[in-house]
């Protein structure tokens, strides 16, 4: 768990978690559209850019560095991921690209008798790769498994029950990037594996959130993007070796033939790479702030891959008390649950706060979700939108747009404090 002392210092670590670039103090809430960039990050990003900006392949130093850069930030990436090696790990322009490139090659082993079973939960990311091999003929048709409505997750059994021989693709996401709700990714993969059809997992939306272990869920592949965990734009995907090796991806003849490279279109982006890992050092340093607090605990790993599991599990635990903080209220100032005509979408059982992530969505009836947001930003200083997110969530609502709050670890218990109060003065007029 995170004390005063050590938010100070998470929030030191991020150069704008106080104050916006005009000098303006607000509090960032807009985390699950793309967190602010932590320092470390930000720094060896740009040193990577300016100093190793050569492209890989030669033998002068700047691009030997950059060869270096790209290697190291795949290392750091398997060793947070628990992926077998850095080997197993693709990059990708965004998530949304890597899913459409996994879709295309496996559309080419299907005939058009098989299907895909997501969720209601997804973002489109998730959604439009498999629904565009329908069109092309590939697959029969995309089964979305539904959401329970009351609380935003997932009716396991019905996902069960569109599963059958036909299925070639399970892929979900691990939490939904409006509800919050987290899905049971190692239930799912049983039943995947069962199937013999492909897992993939959707991780954009959860991984600033908490540990993630792809051996442990055993998903076939994991996506994730840097710039929703305090890094640049650029995405991330663990492939099982076999998969990485036996599927037939875009690629340009001349380029490598197996690999993480075979999936990749043209060059490498260094600088990418070195922000990531600016913000796994970020998350070792954390881990080096708490460790006091885990003797004893997550014994079964080692070295850095344990130190990331304490640093995203005590990010985890405090994020825990910032969502209880929100939906029942802080000091005097009520939270969400008690705010006449506030509607939550998602879990709001404060005993039950593991099952989520601490995204809210939300509606005040009778207030304009623009006037909300407008009111928190002008009166508050309080920094987040309103929008469809690209959720399919937010179809199943029936909702055109959300509010949704999105916090994540340089947030605090005062940032909460002085949400409510602000969404309070305009509920309560
Ligand atoms: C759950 C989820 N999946 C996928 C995406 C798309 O990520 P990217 O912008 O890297 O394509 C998002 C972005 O908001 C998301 O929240």
Not at 176 to 182: A, I, L
Request: aromatic residues 10%; hydrophobic residues 40%; negative net charge.
């Amino acid at each position: 768990m995170f004390d005063q002392d050590l938010v100070n210092k998470i929030r030191a670590a991020f150069p704008r978690a106080v104050k916006d670039f005009t000098g303006r103090e607000r509090a960032f809430f807009d985390n699950g559209t793309g967190t602010l960039v932590c320092e470390r990050a930000a720094k060896a990003e740009a040193k990577a850019r300016i100093d190793y900006s050569a492209n890989i392949g030669a033998n002068f130093d700047e691009s030997q560095k950059a060869k270096e850069t790209v290697k190291a930030g795949r290392e750091a990436v398997a060793e947070f991921l628990n992926a077998p090696s850095g080997a197993t790990i693709v990059s990708g322009e965004s998530a949304t690209k890597l899913l459409f490139d996994v879709s295309y090659a496996i559309g080419k082993e299907c005939n058009g008798t098989e299907n895909v079973v997501i969720s209601e939960l997804e973002h489109y990311a998730n959604v439009s790769p498999w629904n565009e091999l329908v069109r092309v003929g590939k697959i029969k048709e995309v089964r979305f498994a539904r959401m329970n409505l009351e609380d935003g997750t997932l009716d396991f059994d019905h996902l069960q029950e569109l599963i059958d021989s036909n299925t070639k693709v399970i892929s979900v996401t691990a939490a939904s990037n409006v509800t919050g709700t987290k899905i049971p990714l190692e239930r799912v993969s049983s039943l995947a594996k069962e199937a013999k059809a492909y897992f993939i997992v959707d991780a954009v939306h959860h991984v600033p959130h908490g540990p993630i272990d792809v051996q442990k869920i055993n998903c076939d592949f994991l996506v994730f993007s840097g710039y929703k965990i305090f890094g640049s734009h650029g995405s991330y995907m663990y492939m099982n070796p076999e998969y990485m090796e036996n599927l037939k991806p875009y690629k340009v003849k001349p380029s490598a033939k197996s690999g993480p490279f075979k999936w990749e279109s043209g060059t490498r982006n260094q600088a990418m790479f070195a922000s990531i890992k600016g913000v796994l050092d970020h998350f070792l340093w954390l881990a080096e702030q708490i460790q006091s607090q885990y003797e004893g605990k997550f014994e079964e790993n080692t070295g850095n891959r344990r130190a990331y599991k304490i640093a995203m599990n005590a990010s985890q635990q405090y994020e825990n008390l910032l969502s209880k903080a929100v939906l029942e209220g802080i000091d005097d100032v009520p939270g969400l649950l008690s705010i006449p005509d506030v509607k939550i979408f998602g879990i709001t059982d404060t005993n039950r706060l593991d099952e989520r992530d601490p995204t809210f969505a939300f509606i005040v009836d009778g207030v304009p979700n623009e006037d909300i947001i407008k009111h928190l930003w002008e009166k508050g200083g309080i920094a987040t939108r309103a929008e469809n997110f690209y959720s399919y969530a937010v179809e199943v609502y029936k909702q055109l747009k959300v509010n949704r709050i999105s916090l994540v670890q340089y947030n605090t218990l005062e940032e909460v404090r002085i949400f409510l109060k602000t969404l309070n003065t305009i509920c309560n007029k």
